[in-house]
């Protein structure tokens, strides 16, 4: 089957392989194994307990098992390990199972190279619980230690913690892992081989993982470009593409004057308040281009912002706010930050939203000024550059800013609202005769603006921290004086140390993983930081989130690694992944599918409130996993995604005016031919395998499937498929993306 | 028919001896941690009793300064006049005959008034005004977010540690719902009381012992507690968590089956196996909940109404759930009243459509005959600034710090003020700007008044009221040791 696969897949690129000629050999060359090798723990020589390294010496495997207690710090050694530059003990996290099944985090001291071996390195742990979660400390016996880097997991091996002994178990298959057997070449790799002049990018699970972080869900083509021309040439194309769609143009709405009971009387025009009053356009415009657009990488990231910089439809009643507002997001997508942060602060959606639109000198609202620092740039305490937060002696986090820093803010924000002609120098291109102008940036009335002076964050290596008053001035003087206040304001705040690594965890969260590595969040921090003044600044933070080895790989291990596919997300990729199109199953979808990610808690463009659809700070209850999307996920969202699963896969939207004039369905023609050919339903599950969970499915995931879509008679391809489709879609195996 | 679902649910195996306690178990391997907690819960004695505290969070942050108002023109005090300089000039005064009278013990007998959408609105009923004449409506008042007490001094200097993030509305929730004010908890004090309570007061674990009606919050997590979440009462409970697509043909059985078989498979992720977690526990309160009766009362049609009716559907199967203590969570929003606050859905809107669900609430407990065993009461981000901002129709407030609440059930004491006195020796604040309860100084000072009672004093009399052991009370509120008085005293000894 495979092999079938790949003769089909090479007869399609050499059709065209004579095009993509130069690029692929350029590629051949770039895109090197995105597979890390698998960290292995060291153990004694005879039995899996850790070896282990207390006061400078190493222990003697052969004397009885030593005891380590409390806040005491230790070394295990690790090998089989391929180390970057600047990656250190905060690329490894060590986690401990004690007897009653709980885990624990000990901090990561240091990592460096070990005097046993070449290739061998030394963790420097302290046996002291980091998460604090568990009011008690471990028991007190054997417990079983863990490594993680990159998303991949070491063995487990012993460690005897207060005593030795206890119920804890080896993990099944568990061997002894001393120094002498492991003969490991450091920089091998799995899954690496020979790489063909005709096949650019052969790690096939690393494909279909890449497409699932960068775009909303993969397709075939997608994957065959992909293997084809190699993550990077994608990239690059992704960076330059038109968007949107030349075929999805953003709707054209304008603004209605009033309110809908006056502008929309018995919904006239037709659909006034569907079009007008509701997310309705924009909702069906964003799945469209998420269903069919080619520059899915710009949509997604925009999505993204948009989860940053929010602004919902629940205030900001008028579908027209809020396609202006995405233009300028997706505008911004891969530009520079401090640019965007002019552009939203400006933005009269954002305007309207968090109320700086009538923020005035003597009615100042604290709204936006908040914000703009809490959630979009620098959050609420101070951040190292790796992203872990800073603490004072005490070990409490220290604060970024107080009430006062916000009334400061306050009071440089006021005075601009929706953009008039009879304003200072303000032009307002797009103004409309009824109602506010929408599009163009909020204008200053002069008058309206605090003339005090203002002190603005403070933090190590600040400049200009300060505005003066603007004392006698004029109108003209005042509006200089505004702007400048306002760009010295957003400087202040761009420049803050916070922002590179804030941002850069926020997107990473987004597209990758919910809980990365300090070092993975540092190392796009540091390309965000290399790139201030770039225009292009957020091409390259992208780009080094998804090409990071964190974000790399075939599977990943790492049994916190991963994220809660959102609802909007899950349905974007059923849909994606089997061809979806109109109920004709020739033409497209109207791309009315917001129903059901609106069922899972995220009706898209309508958060309930700026704190976004989920937290970015949320730990699943019972555990101390760290996991933003699990905010929306509950007994009542976790049946709904099984229901989602069951309308997309066993139903199909019809057609029904005038919300869906052309409905939604997903054709299983390929995978009913696969079905077919092999009544064992095998071909069919190694094909999905693939297809949806990039190789990660277990065999006994499989073979529980193969069981019930086996009871489906073998004639009815369609329910075969079907079932397939439905019962790895509502997994909880593949509703968490990792 | 749906006999029929229940039926197969169960033999499918899905349902069979899947308490909630188990699945933990099996999804996060707490059992020994689990069986340690029944050793040391042993000698607790069960209660034969029902309780249960309802929840209800104003999601933004109530103005509680446009909630209860001084309605008398005593002099040496906050009075009516004091509220109208502050907030006429920009139109957010509310005329002093539009106020719902309240005369209140504890400020010597002196006439306060509740918000006008708080009495007959609507057309559903009369409101919650009605019950303060009854006797079953407290209001706990200048209740916030505090560390430690303070003073207006102590603020300023520093010398007591401040809750961390004032003003801001995540950490503000957070504490609120977590229960604690110095640093960020990963679980609320609804979900540490259903921790420890959940043996002895939910044995059968049929379903959690917390549910909300608003999905996952802090307030609802434990440590080994996952709330239940469902969907409003738009949805019978037999509805809300239940797989669809699924018949009684065989391979619909089989693909149920595998269905199910999946969620046991493949834990090794920890993500994984948290998200089949909470679906496993979903499966399980499905079956349970394939039979339900309709509630008596008449509840509004709006979102908080058919929240708070869809529990007191749960509430009406506390039987069939071998249940004896219960807490809910459910959430009406829009109260970020930066602006607009009085129109139709500000906080005009907001308080009407709080008044009257609650009141359906309170009168089908009371014709379910537990009207002095469920206790409603209101938390929520913070009050907002006694300066408005804006003017006009867009008039709003913005963010600030101390807030009233309300306790409403006949469980309570007698309707009154409770609460910690302030600076004026009542326990109403007074409403002067830069006066001795304002946190702001200064002639910009916008009136956030500081709490003189903490959300642990609250809760803590609330969860004591439920059965909460004083012995727990610091496991539950670990900073409750910061401060003297643990019970307000508006709840009813328990009998």
């Not at chain 2, 540690?161 to 229960?179: A, E, I, M």
Request: charged share 15%.
């Amino acid at each position: 089957m495979s092999s079938l696969k790949s003769h089909s897949l090479l007869r399609l690129i050499s059709i065209s392989v004579f095009i993509f000629l130069s690029l692929i050999s350029i590629s051949a060359q770039e895109d090197p194994d995105p597979n890390s090798p698998t960290p292995i723990l060291l153990s004694e020589s005879d039995s899996t307990r850790a070896l282990v390294a207390s006061t400078g010496k190493r222990n003697s495997s052969r004397s009885a098992a030593r005891i380590y207690s409390a806040n005491q710090r230790i070394e295990i050694f690790v090998t089989n390990i391929d180390l970057i530059d600047g990656e250190g003990a905060n690329a490894f996290r060590v986690y401990i199972e004690d007897a009653k099944g709980r885990e624990y985090r000990f901090p990561v001291l240091d990592v460096r190279p070990s005097d046993l071996q070449k290739d061998v390195y030394s963790v420097v742990v302290e046996l002291a619980d980091d998460l604090h979660y568990w009011a008690e400390p471990p028991t007190t016996g054997d417990v079983l230690v863990r490594l993680t880097w990159r998303g991949l997991s070491s063995n487990r091996v012993r460690l005897a913690l207060g005593g030795t002994g206890g119920v804890i178990k080896d993990d099944q298959g568990s061997a002894p892992t001393p120094l002498s057997a492991v003969n490991v070449a450091n920089g091998s790799r799995t899954g690496s081989g020979p790489t063909s002049e005709l096949v650019s990018y052969r790690w096939s699970g690393d494909r279909i993982r890449f497409l699932e972080q960068g775009t909303f869900g993969p397709t075939p083509a997608l994957d065959t470009r992909i293997r084809r021309i190699g993550l990077r040439t994608w990239l690059a194309e992704q960076f330059e593409m038109p968007y949107p769609s030349v075929l999805n143009p953003y709707p054209n709405i304008p603004l209605m004057p009033t309110t809908v009971t006056t502008d929309c009387q018995n919904n006239i025009p037709v659909n006034c308040v569907r079009d007008h009053y509701s997310m309705y356009p924009v909702q069906t415009w964003f799945y469209k281009e998420a269903l069919y657009g080619e520059p899915q990488l710009r949509h997604r990231v925009s999505w993204s912002l948009g989860q940053i910089w929010v602004i919902s439809g629940v205030d900001t009643q008028q579908s027209s706010w809020m396609i202006e507002y995405h233009q300028q997001l997706s505008r911004n997508a891969f530009g520079n930050w401090r640019t965007l942060m002019y552009d939203m602060t400006l933005n009269p959606g954002m305007g309207n939203y968090l109320d700086m639109i009538r923020s005035t000198r003597n009615n100042p609202n604290e709204n936006y000024p908040r914000e703009v620092l809490q959630l979009f740039n620098i959050g609420l305490f101070m951040l190292n550059q790796d992203g872990t937060v800073q603490t004072d002696g005490l070990g409490n986090p220290i604060p970024t800013y107080d009430q006062t820093t916000i009334n400061n803010f306050t009071k440089v924000f006021t005075g601009w609202r929706d953009c008039r002609v009879a304003d200072l120098n303000a032009s307002c291109p797009d103004a409309t005769p009824n109602g506010p102008d929408y599009k163009d940036p909020m204008s200053l009335a002069t008058g309206n603006h605090d003339l005090t002076a203002k002190t603005l964050l403070n933090y190590p290596g600040v400049t200009n921290q300060n505005v003066a008053a603007c004392t006698g001035c004029t109108a003209a003087q005042i509006y200089t004086y505004a702007y400048n206040s306002l760009n010295q304001a957003l400087d202040n705040i761009y420049n803050h140390p916070n922002v590179g690594p804030f941002v850069s965890k926020l997107l990473i969260q987004h597209l990758v993983t919910s809980d990365p590595t300090p070092a993975y969040v540092g190392r796009v921090a540091a390309v965000f930081n290399a790139n201030r003044t770039n225009p292009t600044q957020m091409k390259e933070v992208v780009r080094a989130i998804l090409l990071d080895p964190e974000a790399r790989g075939d599977i990943k291990t790492d049994p916190r690694y991963g994220k809660l596919r959102e609802p909007v997300q899950l349905t974007t990729n059923i849909y994606r992944n089997f061809n979806v199109t109109d109920i004709a199953g020739t033409g497209r979808s109207d791309g009315d599918i917001n129903r059901f990610p609106s069922g899972q808690g995220q009706n898209a463009f309508n958060a309930p409130t700026v704190f976004n659809y989920y937290p970015p700070n949320f730990i699943v209850p019972g555990t101390t996993l760290l996991a933003p999307e699990f905010g929306i996920y509950t007994t009542g969202t976790a049946i709904g995604r099984a229901n989602l699963g069951n309308s997309t896969i066993f139903g199909q939207i019809n057609v029904a005016l005038p919300n869906t004039p052309s409905g939604t369905k997903i054709n299983l023609g390929d995978l009913q031919a696969i079905a077919a050919a092999d009544t064992t339903s095998n071909q069919l599950l190694d094909h999905l395998n693939t297809r949806m969970m990039h190789g990660a499915m277990s065999p006994q995931m499989k073979s529980t499937i193969m069981t019930a879509v086996n009871t489906v008679a073998s004639t009815d391809t369609l329910g075969r498929a079907r079932a397939a489709v439905y019962l790895v879609a509502t997994s909880s195996q593949f509703q968490v993306q990792r | 028919m749906k006999q029929d679902r229940r039926q197969f649910l169960i033999r499918s195996g899905c349902t069979l001896g899947m308490t909630a306690l188990a699945t933990q178990m099996r999804h996060f391997g707490l059992m020994s941690a689990i069986a340690q907690n029944v050793s040391d819960e042993k000698q607790d004695a069960v209660p034969s009793d029902y309780r249960a505290l309802v929840c209800i969070f104003l999601s933004g942050g109530n103005d509680g300064n446009n909630t209860v108002i001084p309605n008398h023109n005593d002099a040496t005090i906050s009075n009516y006049t004091t509220y109208f300089n502050a907030r006429n000039t920009q139109g957010l005064a509310i005329p002093q005959a539009s106020l719902l009278p309240i005369a209140v013990p504890r400020m010597g007998g002196l006439t306060y008034g509740l918000h006008p959408s708080l009495g007959p609105g609507g057309g559903t009923n009369n409101g919650i005004h009605e019950l303060w004449a009854l006797g079953k409506m407290a209001v706990v008042t200048n209740v916030g977010t505090l560390v430690a007490p303070m003073t207006k001094a102590q603020y300023q200097n520093g010398s007591v540690p401040k809750p961390f993030q004032l003003f801001s509305h995540s950490d503000q929730v957070s504490q609120y719902q977590g229960g604690r004010s110095d640093i960020e908890t990963y679980t609320g004090w609804g979900g540490r009381i259903s921790d420890l309570r959940t043996l002895p007061d939910n044995p059968s674990g049929l379903i959690p012992m917390i549910t909300s009606i608003s999905g996952a919050q802090l307030f609802t997590a434990g440590q080994t507690t996952l709330p239940l979440a469902i969907a409003n009462a738009g949805t019978g409970l037999n509805n809300v968590l239940s797989p669809a697509g699924y018949n009684a043909t065989a391979p619909s059985q089989a693909r149920l089956a595998a269905f199910n078989q999946l969620r046991g498979i493949d834990l090794s992720s920890q993500i994984v196996a948290a998200a089949s977690h909470v679906t496993d526990q979903a499966i399980a309160a499905n079956a349970v909940f394939q039979t339900f009766q309709e509630v008596t009362a008449t509840f509004p049609n709006t979102n908080i109404g058919n929240q708070l009716k869809q529990v007191a559907r749960v509430i009406k199967k506390r039987t069939d759930l071998s249940v004896n203590r219960q807490v809910f969570f459910v959430q009406l929003g829009g109260f970020d009243t930066h602006n607009n606050q009085t129109a139709a859905n500000g906080q005009t809107g907001l308080l009407t459509q709080l008044g009257q669900a609650m009141r359906s609430f309170y009168d089908e407990m009371v014709v379910q005959g537990i009207g002095d065993k469920v206790t409603q009461f209101t938390m929520a981000d913070f009050s907002r600034t006694f300066n408005p901002t804006g003017t006009g129709a867009a008039v709003g407030t913005d963010h600030a710090w101390a807030n009233y609440h309300f306790v409403v059930g006949g469980g309570i004491t007698a309707s009154d003020f409770y609460g910690i006195n302030t600076t004026n020796g009542t326990p109403f604040p007074t409403l002067t700007f830069n006066g001795p309860d304002d946190a702001d100084s200064g002639t910009g000072a916008r009136g956030r008044w500081i709490p003189t009672t903490s959300v642990e004093q609250y809760a803590a009399t609330l969860a004591r009221w439920y059965g909460l052991p004083d012995a727990n009370l610091a496991t539950v509120f670990p900073k409750i040791t910061n401060f003297a008085n643990t019970n307000l005293g508006f709840m009813q000894p328990p009998a």
